[in-house]
């Protein structure tokens, strides 16, 4: 059976192509439109999927959407009723209310889905549609690439239809739902009105929040914990004194009472204080402390040994460790893609899994699921650009001698990575025993705050010198965060964060044998089997083509260019 998943109209469209079980391919829409956490209908995934696969378009059985809009409808209406009259609001708020009022015309849009594929695909009347609920989704995405027969979920997000939470428990490939929590009480949206009121952009920043918080002290949590609140039995509430997005629309977040209380919101443009960093530093506590407590009610009340994370709210690395340490769970799987783009790979499962007895899809096995290109077009394409370029014995030795002299390299090989991280293919790597490398990448590329971390690679055989991962389980998608032992740190300065935390990757040679010969040759030269990983961008999404690639490596100062097997090196 071949079946294509599809996210359209929320951040991170994407789509997602299943053929008995096995995904042969997925890619976010941002990468191919290159507009970061695009809403578009992803019409360019799907038709780059076609490209890469050998069938067509009427080969597919099934198509698989991430959410049911209607229920969006009822559930939406019981809301405004539920806060009418300060719902009204909601109607003279044209700019971001959409998610409550000005829901009617998105739906109107997503249950066209036929009619939109249409447009671009020869869609027939065979190809069945199948809409299934958001939160489902995530939790699918979660129990059916886990290793795991019978487990525990947990998901949490911002929003999705109106649930924001859902707990479940999963047995020989069936999912049962025993608790969800709905609007507006959400972690997620906590977390995206508290990175809005620091100065930063919701849904898109929450990970320098997520940095910051390492800079600050415990100062504020006692007045966090006014703003949200464990109640017991699985279920936690927001002080809705504090908040008003759910009466006025995502672009009012707080309530006069929270500036009142918390002082006015920081500027982009201000300096960062250290009540900013104490307000992180709360914000990140609470979640965790939210996530842990949810996680440990699962466990009282499935008895299982397992755990399944997804929603955007699972990205948050540091949340998850927490959650593997100290739930109770033995073993805890946090599915990768866990925002919203994981869910078009969570529709394509639950129907893929309709009506077996036993989970009969295969535990992930990598996330390289994206295109790729032949070295004939590489070449081509540093040829349309007029480069200078060589192809040495072996890349990897080149670029590992490079990294060793302190050179910053963009590294494209391969599929591209799915999914938020980049993981060896489209990188940007560096030496990360240099201390000043951090403010050396920032001027050459990546511009960021002083408190957001660079993250390591290791080689996986060698992980345990270095670092030490919560529930001494392997990390190959960075959704873990570990400490950096105490003895490794001063080595890999550019990699420890502030409070010698780190988002590792894990490599092996199975999952990844170019990206971890390389990794091996730098510890062949250096005795250090660690590098430094960032994504290959530059405020913009990771690149997908060579062409992107290119561009990235001419609009900034990045020292070296290793395209598959030929290398460019910048003029000085
Ligand atoms: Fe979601």
Redo the contacts with the bound molecule.
Sequence with gaps: MIILGIVAYTHDSAACLLKDGEVLAFIEEERLNREKHTTAFPYKAISAILEMVPIEFSDIDHICYFSQPWREISQNLGHFIRYFPKTLNLFSNSASGAMESGFLSAIKEQMKLRSLLAKKFPIDERQKISFFP??LC?AASAYYMSPFQDAAILTL??R?ESTTTLMAEAHGGKIEVLKSISVPHSLGHLYAAITEYLGFKSFNDEWKVMGLSAYGGPSQVKFFEKLIEYKGRGNFELNLDYFQFHTHGQDQWLSDLFYEEFGPKRNPDDEITPLHQDYAFALQYMTELIGLELSRYLKDRTGQDRLCLA??VALNCLMNSRIIEESGFSEVFVQPIA??AG?ALGACLLKYQEGQDSKISPPLADLYWGPSYKDEQLEEALKTNNLNFTRPESIEEAVAEEIDKGQVICWFQGKMEAGPRALGNRSILADPRRKDMKDILNEKVKKREYFRPFAPSVSEEDYKDYFEIPGDQLSPYMILTGKVKNEAAPKIPAVTHVDQTARIQTVNEKQNPKYHKLIKAFQAKTGVPVLLNTSFNENEPIVCSPQDAIDCFLRTEIDVLALGPYLVMRKK
């Design positions: 958001h939160h995530h997000d911002g999705g929603g955007g925002g919203d869910t």
